[in-house]
């Protein structure tokens, strides 16, 4: 069973640049949630996607939006690049039908906007 | 305020000492409730996942929620200097589609 995996590792933008952000969800996993981590802080839900469409959305402009394809992998995208963007972004990925609510992160992408 | 509070230390502890990381919260809609552990660099992983009140015990680790008085605990009996990590407590309300929110971490030294 291969775990969560994000693209790229670590990425450098400068303010008002675009970004995107790929997660590879869980083996068996049909829901992606992505999440903004600040230095020193909790994770912050973004949004979650269920069968390729957006189901919840955290308090974030919609200069942040995604995409979830059929193999239920997902892209984060950024627009208009604010230097408070810079953060740790994370996927996590869980199968809808189980009712543990568990959610697997994976390593996440550290985004620098300069 | 924030929905979800924690101390943020940092906590250093001797090897073998018992840990309790606390948070609470304000939303009595909260209906499930776990524990995250981050080591620098990686993402979150699951140490342990209630909804009722009570205590649930997994080897040295015991989860603890109080609903009545919006509080949940974390102990870890034995620590370890391989425990030293961020904690991050998370909470998801009922009928939220799984939208986790987190407390800000306590970030945890066990020293050997």
């Known amino acids: 069973e291969t775990g969560v995996t994000q693209s790229p590792t670590h990425l450098i933008k400068t303010r008002g640049q675009q970004v995107t952000l790929r997660c590879s969800s869980q083996?068996?996993?049909?829901?992606v949630s992505w999440y903004q981590q600040a230095l020193g802080q909790g994770p912050q839900f973004i949004f979650q996607y269920y069968r390729e469409e957006e189901n919840g959305r955290g308090n974030f402009p919609p200069r942040f939006s995604g995409l979830q394809f059929p193999n239920y992998s997902s892209e984060l995208n950024v627009n208009a690049l604010e230097l408070d963007d810079s953060a740790l972004y994370l996927c996590a990925s869980s199968h809808s039908g189980r009712t543990n609510n568990e959610q697997f992160f994976g390593p996440g992408t550290r985004l620098t906007v300069l | 305020q924030k929905e979800v509070e924690q101390d943020p230390g940092p906590l250093s502890v001797p090897e073998g000492a018992i840990v309790s990381l606390n948070c609470t919260y304000s939303n009595s809609a909260f209906q499930y409730f776990m524990w995250y552990r981050q080591y620098s660099r990686k993402g979150p992983e699951l140490l342990m996942y209630t909804y009722s009140s009570g205590n649930k015990e997994d080897g040295r680790f015991t989860a603890q929620v109080d609903k009545s008085s919006k509080y949940i605990s974390l102990f870890i009996r034995d620590s370890q200097p391989s425990d030293s990590a961020t904690y991050l407590c998370a909470m998801i309300l009922s009928g939220s589609a799984r939208q986790l929110t987190f407390g800000s971490g306590t970030q945890l030294t066990v020293l050997p």
């Open positions: 083996s068996g996993h049909n829901t």
